[in-house]
């Protein structure tokens, strides 16, 4: 075989970290898997942004994912799956490196911006959610569908969400449902809304940005190709979900969803009742106690030790089976209701964990 016959068989990278014109970028090389982040690839970002970093003819860091649908579609969840049910230890290591570098986006000294084109969800949001310039298309579809998992917005998900205006957050986190761009701009969760016709061009200026590019910079540039006038179809609703998701306990939620009776209030109830009764519940309590928490990083670190225990849950095993290993999108929740969840049950995710403990590097 020759030398190059060698180089045409190798694969790519699932991550393409390289430098064009001023810009770093963190390309995202899953596209058959819709770009799902694994370890391995959290922790080449990690490089990466080092070297992004110390490299004086970086300006910015550009993350981005290769295809044409999504930036990224959350976790490894399979691998996730096939550790909790051996009883191994990729969930406590793998969210730990996770959340220490979703940490570390918002801190990040260079701008650091995201194109949230396609679908972005879960660890997708983490990636990206938390840069201070986050761009969304025409064909973007953000979610944190993790309740129907057995699980919850993390990634700091919860610290996202608790600041959307109102109960949006809260809406968005019980029922999982898709915000397209512009419900993610009214959000709070991106900033800028483009079409995707004109990515192109944009993608050239910001690799073509000044060297030593400030926040300010990029926002200009930015500002070139925005859409000034989008209405975001949650909007709509954001009398309804106010009054009914500003209850503090699902079943005070689940009733005033009843009393509304409105297709948009039945359409709700029906997504909250394929969920997991256990992770409505312990997803409501974290939201509740991230409206109180002054950083991302306290935030992150309550949802660590919840993970944890949802990790070594039934919950989270038979939630990802339904969904993406058997398909037949019928879990067998344990309790089944909602009423049957406990405040003990609760409480037992908010224990911290002996064993695991997430810590930030100075």
Known sequence: MSAHAAMTEMPEKDLIACREG????????????????????????????????SDPGVSLVLLEGAGERGLCAGGDIRGLYESAKAGGDLGPVFWREEYILNARIPEYPKPYVAYMDGLV??????LSAHSAHRIVTEKTRM??????????????????????????????????QNMSGADAVYAGAADVLIDTKNWPALRDALTNAPLKATSADVRAILATYAVTESQAPVAAHRAQIDKAFAHDTVEAI????????????????????????????????????????????????????????VFTSA????GVRAAIIDKDRNPKWSPPRIEDVTPDIVE????????????FPN
């Open 22 to 53: 001023a810009a770093g970028i963190l390309r995202l090389n899953r596209p058959k898997a819709i770009n799902a982040l694994t370890l391995d690839m959290a922790r080449e970002i990690v490089v990466a942004l080092d070297e992004f970093e």
């Open 121 to 126: 969800m879960g660890g997708g949001v983490g």
């Open 143 to 176: 979610a944190m569908p993790e309740v129907g998992l057995g699980f919850f917005p993390d990634v700091g998900g919860t610290w996202l969400l608790s600041r959307a205006p109102g109960e949006i957050g809260t809406y968005f986190a019980l029922t999982g």
């Open 254 to 309: 689940v009733a005033a969803l009843g009393e509304d009776g409105s297709d948009f209030a039945l359409a709700t109830l029906k997504a909250l009742s394929e969920k997991s009764p256990t992770a409505l519940k312990v997803t409501l309590e974290l939201l509740r106690r991230a409206r109180n928490s002054k950083s991302l990083k306290e935030c992150l670190v309550r949802e660590y030790n919840s993970a944890l225990a």
């Open 315 to 318: 919950e989270f095993v038979e």
């Open 348 to 359: 037992k995710y908010f224990v911290p964990n002996a064993t695991y403990t997430l810590v």
